[in-house]
């Protein structure tokens, strides 16, 4: 037992003294049982501060600490490396959190939150005083990373982690490179077109021999943790084996039967079953969709080059850390939505990107020349009725650059935003100017009082209460409206559940600590990267790409890692495998075990979060918790159960 401890409780500048009698605290902690140091300080987590914790530990010889402050998720790391410095194990240190349980919680009752404060701390000190050293736990890490999505950040996170020396392998679910960024034309972000910038990126990717990229291909299944991830990658064929002389792929092209939508203009033109988006998509090999070509043969007869008999392949891949990077889907408005899918000039906002691209001198769609476009904001973002409620904020800043880009392509363009407040933050605000100065109409409602698309006599009409203009009503006699759709999700969503991701309250993967730990996941070894986290512009996605890559590598560069040893121990004896503990673990950690006398639960280390789950289901009373003793436990409920 621990009988020469250190107690410091630090006033956080005012967050925690503000509300908190820390005097009062330290006085009625001083003479707990093993506690011979009891210190405030302004600061706890100041460079001075740690100083002086070093000294008092190696001076006074002290077997515990704990600090009274701010939540564990800021600074446990902090401490547990000053305990570190000073010779004492990591895991004798208690972190007690009296900010935001205490003084945040309680600001409007000082003298029951030095009370609850006495509590939380006098409590860490009984925790403290059955801590014991731990060791970490070593495992061994496979140095390769397996990046999933190959699209702006999925490419630069793997040419990253190349540059570093890590063998990647790079897996698409389509069969080109690029994701949504391979779609515009023009950036507001860049300068480059974004065919330029997949081009560039794909010409350096291509120049590692340590990338391996897999295009078609999908993870049926995985195995393994940290370090030792086991992937299987199914890949499906492209049904060409090269490029057809001579025109002879255009030629199998003119001739296929088979018209679907082209997904890559969002469905406003047509492709055949054999494809090839545009000339700078990449990989440049061709595809036949055998998911609706008819097998006809005409195909076969101009290019010999094409073979409908390939199967599937299914490869083992052994990597270290997992990043995620698969993207997200543009909104798609539900019918009759400001008159999606009713009024026929009604599109989206990737539509209409994907149509100015399409044409050159004049604007046309539905064989009508445009002129008058009206713009309608925060479709599928900040939904009033719906699940949607964040802001996607890439739209404002894309449609006013689009705005401008459309207006100095094609003459006598007339703008008209139908918006609920324009948020093109920080240098993009350079776009709205430039919209203004050059005519663009700004109108703006609330949100219980939406724009409305109608259809009379043949012309759509969009109407407003103006609130810019003190609600009065306007309407605007539209050639094309274009719906400003946000960012969702992606609908095809297996990976996330294969791996069992976590997901915030707006569907996209959540990583543990927006800015503490802003890449990682609570399952270790994974990372996330890109749109696939939340709404990003390229430049975001990239940066939060080579932040993914970074942590990554840390993960597999030593050749082996350093676990957390708070982990779940089953004593084998007492165990008589229920399978309840296995049920409950929501990371798969518990497995069965049959050493020919009985059948009994162990714990997998590498995968284990020490959640402590499975210790109350256990009906032997067979689990316990490194860190989190039975002793520990019942010490800290007697200390908070004290008058």
Not at 19 to 39: C, F, H, N, P, S
Not at 108 to 133: F, L, W
Not at 372 to 401: D, F, L, M, W
Request: net charge negative.
């Amino acid at each position: 037992m621990n009988n020469n401890i250190g107690v410091y409780i630090c006033h956080c500048g005012g967050n925690i003294s503000d509300y908190v009698d820390v005097e009062k605290v330290k006085q009625a902690i001083a003479t707990e049982e093993g506690v011979t140091l009891a210190k405030t300080t302004i600061f706890a987590c100041a460079d001075s501060n740690q100083k002086e914790m070093v000294e008092d530990i190696r001076q006074q010889h002290l077997n515990g600490v704990v600090v009274a402050s701010c939540s564990p998720k800021l600074h446990q790391i902090t401490f547990r490396a000053v305990t570190e410095r000073a010779g004492l194990n990591k895991y004798n240190y208690v972190h007690a959190n009296i900010r935001e349980q205490v003084s945040w919680a309680h600001s409007d009752n000082k003298p029951g939150a030095t009370e609850k404060a006495i509590h939380i701390v006098k409590a860490a000190i009984a925790k403290v005083r059955y801590a014991k050293s731990l060791d970490p736990i070593i495992i061994q890490s496979q140095k390769a990373v397996a990046i999933i999505g190959a699209g702006i950040a999925g490419m630069k996170a793997a040419i990253q982690l190349a540059n570093m020396g890590c063998p990647v392998y790079l897996i698409e679910r389509e069969y080109f490179v690029g994701g949504r960024v391979a779609q515009w034309d023009s950036l507001s972000t860049s300068s480059e077109t974004g065919k330029q910038i997949i081009t560039r990126l794909y010409q350096e990717l291509i120049k590692h021999n340590t990338i391996t990229l897999f295009t078609g291909a999908e993870i049926s299944s995985y195995s393994g943790s940290i370090g030792d991830f086991h992937l299987k990658v199914n890949i499906k064929p492209r049904y060409i084996n090269q490029q057809c002389n001579e025109g002879g792929l255009q030629k199998a092209i003119d001739v296929c039967p088979v018209i679907l939508p082209d997904e890559f203009n969002f469905n406003i033109t047509n492709r055949k079953a054999i494809y090839h988006n545009f000339p700078s998509e990449y990989p440049q090999l061709p595809v036949v969709d055998m998911v609706h070509c008819n097998r006809c043969g005409e195909c076969l007869k101009i290019c010999g080059a094409i073979d409908l008999d390939q199967k599937d392949e299914l490869l083992d891949i052994h990597v270290g850390s997992i990043l995620m990077a698969t993207g997200f889907d543009p909104y798609t408005p539900i019918d009759g939505e400001f008159g999606y899918n009713q009024i026929n000039n009604v599109i989206t906002l990737p539509q209409f990107q994907r149509l100015i691209n399409l044409n050159e001198k004049k604007l046309i769609f539905n064989e009508k020349e445009i002129r008058h476009i009206a713009y309608i904001y925060c479709v599928g973002s900040r939904q009033p009725e719906g699940e949607n409620k964040y802001c996607s904020r890439y739209c404002c800043t894309t449609t006013i650059h689009i705005a401008n880009v459309t207006r100095r392509k094609f003459k006598e363009i007339n703008n008209y935003h139908f918006t609920r407040g324009v948020r093109t933050y920080g240098k993009q605000e350079t776009l709205y100017r430039e919209s203004l100065a050059n005519g663009d109409v700004f109108l703006q409602s609330y949100e219980d009082d939406l724009p409305v698309v109608t259809s009379e006599d043949g012309k759509t009409i969009v109407k407003i209460n103006d609130i810019l203009t003190m609600k009065k009503s306007m309407e605007i006699e539209a050639d094309l409206v274009v719906l400003v759709t946000g960012m969702v999700p992606r609908a095809e969503n297996s990976i996330g559940a294969l791996f069992k991701l976590p997901k915030g309250r707006d569907k996209f993967f959540n990583e543990i600590h927006m800015k503490l730990r802003p890449v990682e996941t609570v399952i270790d070894g994974i990372t996330i990267s890109g749109a696939c986290q939340g709404p990003k512009n390229v430049t975001e996605a990239i940066n939060s790409a080579l932040s993914a890559a970074t942590k990554s590598f840390s993960y597999v560069s030593k050749g082996e890692l350093e676990l957390e040893p708070i982990i779940a121990r089953i004593e084998k004896d007492a165990c008589t495998w229920c399978g309840a503990c296995a049920n409950v673990c929501p990371y798969d950690a518990i497995r069965i075990e049959n050493d020919g006398q009985k059948e009994y639960a162990v714990i997998n280390n590498a995968v284990c979060k020490g959640c402590g789950m499975c210790l109350p289901v256990c009906p032997t009373d067979a689990i316990d918790l490194t860190a989190y003793s039975n002793s520990e436990i019942e010490s800290m409920i007697d200390a908070l159960a004290q008058d």
